[in-house]
């Protein structure tokens, strides 16, 4: 079967390339670090026919697009729909941009979803995982978490619908923590410390009201030689991921025992948030990679871009 | 009266000086950007004599410094103090730095808490804040909260003794998140906006285990217009200050009603806590400044540099 679908995965920082064929089965894959906010001009189809060209010879295959891409830092934007919202939805919602000789790119939307509290709206938003989430075979009523920068806890409902999610930014304070923080300066790099994350993780699942005041023990417990400058980087990770998981626990109605979340993302990313889940009564199975395209196939076979093969 | 103490607050950033006479009264102020991690090759002597030699050349002045001068990055380490510490007890532990022509500074020592939890230690320290909490009349029993950079809440007991206290990185974790974070991306200078300041405080109050993911609403909160760009500075400082506030008042036992904290630190930094305080439903009133200057002396009396005139 010959090539059919160019999917890309195009985030703020990687640009994800892959030629599936008619059944979903991935041919080649390519990735580039051009990321949307490296891109210059914001002249995007320079750099896609300068990875794919060769590929998009084939004047058959469809382009579909998913991820920051469609925000409004990046090539158009495409609309945040509203969930609850199944993939059939989305694949009706996909935005057209025009490309030399006659084709198209179809990117994915974004979704919003919108929580009420008794002051106002919180809106959360989310682009990619989505893709991702429906590159996946989920259960209806369970939860999945898509741990990275902006970790994302979704609620999956009947016939692929994502419900509801929410966003944690414990990536990105682990980042501008250790680069920008007084907790930096006594971090050393070295060997993985399992039980520096755990005490973090227990100590935040146990009071994750206090993440703030428990953050500054990152320096403490170096400046007093509690905890060696190599271990320094798990613990903060473990405060931080442990803070995460109790509140979402929480938010999600997550019962501690006999639940079963999934994780998307990379490997030893979801090795640490299925340990720190284990610390607090959750089992959880990290998914095989490859989903953003195996999602972004779906949503072009229901949108008619493409034929699903009989597999 | 003559000049009879110089009293320094020498911080990471900064450099205040004071110069006093034997009744504590202030009779001229100086200030620098020279804190500790500005000064070349740590000749800490060199800037001293640069901004204070005229007070220093009558010779009976003695010289008596607080703060970060006394870390590890300082002049000469100061060893941290256990609490429970009196003001007495810490003014027998101070440490000498002899200058040239037979004079001395004087290092208040920094002081260190510890908690146990079910695992382990959990320490804190400051250096700094003490003397400023000696230089107000607290009475025992009562809390003081130093908002800042790294936030103090201290518990104080007889004799101006600092029972415990506890540090939580509000200040810094605002700057680095505006300054590194993406939540910086949306954010507009402009006029303080008291109702997002509120709406934070609020938000985090009622749920201070959300922080993490609260703090992502600073961004959909701003791509959804919810909040004016300009308004988003205000509303993140009301979430981290609200998490702050919400912890420390179940952390140190403070009863909602009755309760009066006393602050001490930037006057419009401290009509921010007073504001979230108050929404807390806890009263606060803003000690006047001058403090650092007022507890350096009274340790300096205490420990026999200057002989404290009748008021």
Same mark, same amino acid.
């Given at each position: 079967?010959?090539?059919?679908?160019?999917?890309?995965?195009?985030?703020?920082?990687?640009?994800? @390339?892959?030629?599936?064929?008619?059944?979903?089965?991935?041919?080649?894959?390519?990735?580039?670090?051009?990321?949307?906010?490296? =891109?210059?001009?914001?002249?995007?189809?320079?750099?896609?026919?300068?990875?794919?060209?060769?590929?998009?010879?084939?004047?058959?295959?469809?382009?579909?697009?998913?991820?920051?891409?469609?925000?409004?830092?990046?090539? $158009?934007?495409?609309?945040?729909? &509203?969930?609850?919202?199944?993939?059939?939805?989305?694949?009706? @919602?996909?935005?057209?941009?025009?490309?030399?000789?006659?084709?198209?790119?179809?990117?994915?939307?974004?979704?919003?979803?919108?929580?009420?509290?008794?002051?106002?709206?919180?809106?959360?938003?989310?682009?990619?995982?989505?893709?991702?989430?429906?590159?996946?075979?989920?259960?209806?009523?369970?939860? =999945?978490?898509?741990?990275?920068?902006?970790?994302?806890?979704?609620?999956?409902?009947?016939?692929? @619908?994502?419900?509801?999610?929410?966003?944690?930014?414990?990536?990105?304070?682990?980042?501008?923590?250790?680069?920008?923080?007084?907790?930096?300066?006594?971090?050393?790099?070295?060997?993985?410390?399992?039980?520096?994350?755990?005490?973090? =993780?227990?100590?935040?699942?146990?009071?994750?009201?206090?993440?703030?005041?428990?953050?500054?023990? $990152?320096?403490? &417990?170096?400046?007093?030689?509690?905890?060696?400058?190599?271990?320094?980087?798990?613990?903060?990770?473990?405060?931080?991921?442990?803070?995460?998981?109790?509140?979402?626990?929480?938010?999600?109605? $997550?019962?501690?025992?006999?639940?079963?979340?999934?994780?998307?993302?990379?490997?030893?990313?979801?090795?640490?948030?299925?340990? &720190?889940?284990?610390?607090?009564? =959750?089992?959880?199975?990290?998914?095989?990679?490859?989903?953003? @395209?195996?999602?972004?196939?779906?949503?072009?076979?229901?949108?008619?871009?493409?034929?699903?093969?009989?597999?």
């Amino acid at each position: 079967m010959g090539a059919s679908l160019l999917a890309l995965d195009w985030g703020s920082t990687n640009l994800r @390339a892959g030629l599936l064929d008619q059944s979903g089965r991935t041919l080649a894959e390519r990735q580039q670090a051009a990321g949307i906010l490296q =891109v210059p001009q914001r002249n995007f189809e320079q750099v896609l026919f300068a990875l794919c060209g060769d590929w998009l010879q084939d004047p058959s295959v469809a382009i579909i697009a998913s991820g920051m891409i469609g925000s409004r830092q990046g090539w $158009v934007e495409a609309p945040y729909l &509203a969930t609850p919202i199944t993939p059939t939805a989305a694949a009706q @919602a996909l935005t057209r941009i025009p490309l030399r000789g006659d084709r198209a790119v179809y990117l994915i939307p974004g979704i919003r979803s919108t929580v009420h509290d008794s002051t106002e709206h919180i809106d959360d938003v989310m682009r990619g995982e989505e893709t991702q989430v429906w590159g996946a075979d989920i259960e209806p009523g369970s939860i =999945v978490v898509l741990p990275g920068t902006h970790s994302k806890w979704v609620h999956c409902g009947a016939d692929g @619908a994502i419900d509801r999610f929410q966003t944690w930014m414990t990536g990105e304070l682990f980042a501008v923590l250790g680069q920008h923080s007084i907790l930096g300066r006594l971090i050393e790099p070295g060997d993985p410390s399992e039980g520096a994350f755990t005490l973090g =993780v227990q100590r935040t699942l146990a009071a994750p009201e206090a993440l703030s005041t428990l953050l500054f023990s $990152v320096r403490t &417990a170096g400046l007093m030689s509690r905890i060696a400058p190599t271990a320094l980087s798990d613990y903060l990770s473990g405060l931080l991921i442990g803070a995460e998981v109790a509140s979402a626990l929480r938010r999600f109605n $997550v019962p501690r025992e006999a639940a079963q979340l999934s994780l998307i993302g990379e490997p030893s990313l979801c090795d640490r948030y299925a340990r &720190a889940l284990a610390i607090a009564g =959750v089992q959880a199975q990290t998914l095989p990679s490859g989903l953003a @395209a195996r999602g972004a196939w779906r949503l072009a076979c229901a949108a008619g871009l493409i034929r699903a093969a009989e597999v």
